[in-house]
């Protein structure tokens, strides 16, 4: 079978993406939580905070390096692979990424090490600021990333000069008819991955009787955020999907399995298993009128269908349709795990209860899944456009040797491979070495002297400690 270059080049790139978006889906989330929980400390002096911070402090360096790395390679894969897109998008996309660099990238990276480092080398105060510029920081980075990815999806404010396309007007190049929805989105995405990773874990060391005081004060938390970003999302994801059902009708047909021209009363597929050769779907378990109704607010309401665009202007039917199924499904058992641990906290049985427990820890990845699942659904959806409506893939694909590709693509993915297996290893090594107990937590904070402001909260620490 002869090798086909742009094929592997889009491999490549999938395979590049869907390993670094791994990461920043846990960072934003969790330097938001950090921030938070020292903002607590210094409120209100429960050590429990400064402890959560701490320990939660070093999964989210090494998360953080391991997300710097992965997106580095990126941008050099725009030149390599795709030079042609690069040359006649650079104008609008070039200064997007520049500005990302600039502001979110160096801000964080200014403030990182004071973060990660100055516990004994500046006030509480200065190190708490820090801590907060270096969250804004990965929320800044999204915004950039997602408004350059969002002009890809639905591109305005643009003019094409001599085949390049050129900004007319920034503010609809960056405030792009999709942009809200999908920031919005993707903020929550990683918030709610965060929540359940810190859910997780927690539930974990109260399963096994550690870090009790901790432990408690992290779950409970981290399900009162579930509470109320879950069924947000939901929400969310409702405006973003009648957004995409405005723009980009055919992701939508691919999603929902609808494959006439258009059909009125569609039904929400459950399970299908869409056949491209035949344009239909096999052992398909729907609900009645419930898509027409949730994308068109209508009961019998119209949708677009596959069939009313050419066979090659449709994207993968399968890989959108299941992937988009896994993202939703995840989100509804966070919605019913955050209703159920709300029951039980009424009850006064939320650290108690084993089958919640232990729904937590099996739910630990499941905000990295979903969120995966979501950039799927979102990226294979667009296909076969780059640019959607404007720019096809395989126009602006370089013209590579398909061997070359065939040996990078293979090189990334066992490096890619090996670096998440060496990530896996030192998260759950630090994870199975717990917090630091409250001498080793007083030393790192305050160095050997405990000033004499902060001996009450250490007394307290100690005395939690003894009491669980």
Not at 314 to 340: D, E, N, T
Not at 391 to 399: A, E, K, Q, W
Request: glycine content about 6%; hydrophobic content about 50%; overall charge neutral.
């Amino acid at each position: 079978m002869e090798l086909d270059a742009a094929l592997l080049s889009r491999v490549q790139f999938a395979l590049t993406v869907s390993f670094h978006i791994l990461f920043p889906s846990v960072t934003i989330g969790l330097a938001t939580f950090i921030a938070v929980w020292e903002g607590l400390w210094l409120k209100t002096r429960n050590p429990v905070y400064l402890q959560l911070a701490k320990f939660w402090i070093k999964p989210f360096a090494i998360t953080f390096g391991m997300g710097v790395v992965s997106g580095i390679v990126l941008s050099y894969e725009f030149g390599t692979n795709f030079s042609e897109f690069s040359r006649i998008t650079g104008p609008v996309l070039g200064p997007l990424m520049a500005y990302e660099v600039l502001t979110a990238f160096f801000l964080e990276a200014g403030f990182l090490g004071v973060m990660l480092f100055g516990w004994q080398r500046v006030s509480e105060k200065l190190h708490f600021f820090a801590t907060v510029v270096v969250a804004l920081g990965t929320w800044l980075s999204a915004f950039w990333i997602i408004v350059a990815n969002s002009w890809m999806q639905t591109p305005a404010g643009y003019e094409v000069v001599d085949g390049v396309y050129q900004v007319a007007s920034w503010s609809e190049v960056i405030f792009n008819p999709s942009m809200p929805y999908r920031l919005a989105h993707m903020l929550l995405a990683t918030l709610l991955t965060a929540t359940f990773l810190i859910a997780g874990i927690c539930a974990w060391y109260l399963l096994r009787q550690r870090h009790q005081p901790m432990a408690r004060k992290g779950l409970s938390m981290a399900l009162w955020a579930a509470l109320a970003l879950a069924p947000l999302q939901a929400l969310v994801g409702d405006f973003h999907g009648l957004n995409v059902k405005e723009h980009q009708p055919i992701k939508v047909a691919a999603m929902e399995g609808i494959w006439p021209e258009t059909e009125k009363g569609a039904p929400l597929l459950v399970f299908a298993i869409p056949d491209m050769e035949n344009e239909t779907n096999h052992f398909e378990i729907g609900i009645p009128h419930l898509a027409s109704l949730i994308l068109a607010h209508e009961f019998n309401g119209e949708l677009q269908g596959l069939k009313s665009v050419a066979p090659e202007d449709r994207p993968p039917v399968p890989v959108v349709f299941f992937s988009f199924r896994i993202m939703v499904g995840i989100g509804v058992l966070m919605i019913a795990l955050a209703f159920y641990a709300y029951w039980l906290r009424r009850k006064d049985r939320m650290f108690t209860d084993r089958r919640l427990l232990r729904a937590c820890v099996a739910l630990t990845p499941a905000g990295v899944i979903a969120t995966v699942s979501g950039w799927y659904v979102v990226e294979v959806g667009r296909q076969p456009w780059l640019v959607n409506g404007l720019i096809r893939t395989v126009d602006v694909v370089s013209p590579l040797p398909a061997e070359r590709v065939l040996f990078s693509l293979t090189l990334f993915a066992v490096t890619y491979s090996l670096l998440l297996c060496v990530y896996l290893y030192f998260m759950a090594k630090l994870i199975r070495k717990g917090a630091p107990d409250a001498s080793t937590l007083k030393d790192q904070v305050f160095g050997t002297q405990t000033p004499g402001y902060a001996k009450a909260w250490v007394k307290r620490f100690e005395q939690l400690e003894k009491a669980h």
